[in-house]
Every structure is written in C-alpha cells, then in structure tokens.
C-alpha cells in the first residue's frame, strides 16, 4: 500500500482534500479543456461569444452532446487480418 504524507501546513492540506474529492478530477480537466478551448478560438479569430455559442451548442444539441474528445489511448485501431 502507498501512503499520502499530510502535510503540516493546513492550507496545503486543504489543497490535497479540495483534489481528492469526488468529482474535482472531472472539474479540474473541464478547466483544463475550456482553456485549451479559449486557445483554439484564439488561434481562429474566434469572439468569446461565438465560443460561448459552440459551447452551448454541444451542451443542448441531441447529436453534439455524444462528441467527446479522442484520447490517444482509447483509440481503437483498425487493422486488416491477413488470409
């Protein structure tokens, strides 16, 4: 078993609870793709208005709402059986 050190300074402990809890890795990468997101609109000549359309588009849309990002370790790779 490993062990998780709590450290001395509460405000750092604190830091390690607010990650651990249930939910806050789902949070943290949903930060994390909104600032990738912001980039990408950047790049694009995108207005955070436009970005707050597609957003909503994914969010509401019955077909959009299925989209998720392609990992690179859940990819599934197609090969062809030799006969």
């Known amino acids: 078993m490993g062990s998780l050190a709590i450290p001395e300074d509460p405000a ?4 390690i ?12 990468l ?3 793709l909104d600032a990738l997101d912001a980039v990408v609109a950047r790049t694009l000549g995108l207005s955070d208005v436009q970005l ?3 957003h909503k588009a994914f969010a509401s849309d019955a077909m959009l709402q299925h989209v998720r990002p392609q990992w690179k370790h859940r990819r599934t790779i197609i090969t062809e059986q030799e006969s």
Not at 12 to 15: D, K, L, V
Not at 17 to 28: M, N, T
Request: glycine share 10%; no cysteine; aromatic share 0%.
């Open 12 to 15: 750092a402990a604190a830091t």
């Open 52 to 54: 707050a359309r597609i």
């Open 30 to 32: 949903t930060g994390e």
């Open 17 to 28: 609870v607010r990650r651990l809890q249930k939910g806050a890795a789902k949070l943290e």
